[in-house]
């Protein structure tokens, strides 16, 4: 594991966010994920591609960093994707590759300025794991979804029960539909390397139709 992503594991403040992907954003893709065979994000570009309908737009990527979703979804489909996270400088990366119609800076942990029933779907890799967001985000992200609308969220498997994941959709119930968790590898092989085997669960669900934010 590189250092900085055993930085980005132990982050504990605001501003350690802030410097720590201020000074990686330029470097993550090739530094992170070309290094490590990073698989995620391509992961849950696959699921939403499997689940979703015509009418899953407007789609938000939910900590879009350097927009490395975009970037694969893109090859598919050119949809209407907005990306938001924390970082201006990730985001910066992020809007150099065309992918995205909108660009959001803001904080996940506060309500978003974005309207109630808003998106069709939220995608997410890499943000739901150590030392970044917790399980009471997806609250916030019900809300901004339209009713129906698709989640394809990744969740490092080492958090989903002790940062209250697994609660959180419990406690969700009748509020989301059609919950499936897939077991996936976070990284692929890479030559000449021992193969980590660290996982995520990419957590597919739908919110209830009839469940519209006012």
Known sequence: MSKKLKDAYTLSSREDTI???KYWSKEYDKD???RNNYKSPQKV????LKYSKQNDNPILDVGAGTGLIGEYLNKYAKLNIHAVDFSKEMLDQARKKGCYTK???ADLNHKLEIASNTYGAVLSSGTFTHGH???SVLNELLRIVKPGGLFVISIHQ???VKSGF???FKVLGSKILNLIN???KIYGKKKNQKTNDDKVIISTFRKNFSFAHQ
């Open 19 to 21: 410097n720590l992907y």
């Open 32 to 34: 992170f994920a070309v």
């Open 45 to 48: 570009v696959k699921y939403f």
């Open 103 to 105: 660009i959001i800076n």
């Open 133 to 135: 967001l917790g399980s």
């Open 158 to 160: 080492d958090i989903y």
């Open 166 to 168: 697994k609660k959180q």
């Open 182 to 184: 897939h077991r996936v």
